[in-house]
DNA sequence: CATCAATATTGATGAATGTCGATAGGGCTT
DNA sequence: AAGCCCTATCGACATTCATCAATATTGATG
């Protein structure tokens, strides 16, 4: 779970997407990004969908076209997250309800709460 | 270079070795780990050397006994990560010496300073 | 309804990667 | 020196994954 969070940022184009949508500030069509990033169009789309499903960035569908945006909550994560990993923080510290993925949700399973068992790790 | 960084932890069992040895707040032998991660030993190394080539663990030669330890610093490293990816912040902003990579080190290419580059991006 | 534009999906392919067994190298101990 | 521990490296294998070309889908417009 965790390493799929961080895989998701594991990847060149990903990173790419993730930084022109952070710097446009606005919602982007699929278009607007495959211009931005040089690999082609399905890629992009590929990548998108990854990147929705860990939550990094949200979709918004209008017309004929489909907006992303980043998740900036998301940015909130990353000191929990490192903290987590390196094992000096409660787990299930307080983050903003939008980034919340499924698994942070469930309920403490005993322990000091900073131990990550092999199934939490997994992707 | 920050896709490279990112995916090193995008592995449930580096994860979990990080996760070990934070814990411990001591050095581990490779034994020790082996013990803590369910893979095999030779696994263990590999991800030890990945680990310890992108920084996040620092390595001591003891006699027999390897001692791997967590580089502490690279926590602080999250938030500056996180933030540089998503654009809003200076780039090379001063972290521990300890925790730069080479990259980090490089001076500034031009730009307003949060524009990655697809050559930054790879790893 | 036909067409066009934007995006997602499918199938295929080559590259990268995690894992293991076997082996090699270095340093103790007897 | 011989043997034993500890760790790294090598070779092989299976799996995952990023990418592309081709196609399907969806919505707007004539």
Redesign the interface.
Known sequence: M???W???????????I??RL??ARRPMSVGEIVDA??VGQPTVSHHLKILAEVGFVLVERRANVRLYR?NDHC?EM??S???L????LQRYAPVPTECRAPWQQAAPTGGDG???T?GE???
């Open positions: 965790w390493a799929r961080f895989r998701c940022l594991g990847d060149a184009s990903r990173v790419l993730l930084n952070a710097l990033v040089d980043v940015l990353f000191p997250a490192a903290e990993v390196m094992g000096q900073s131990v990550i092999q790790a997994i992707g």
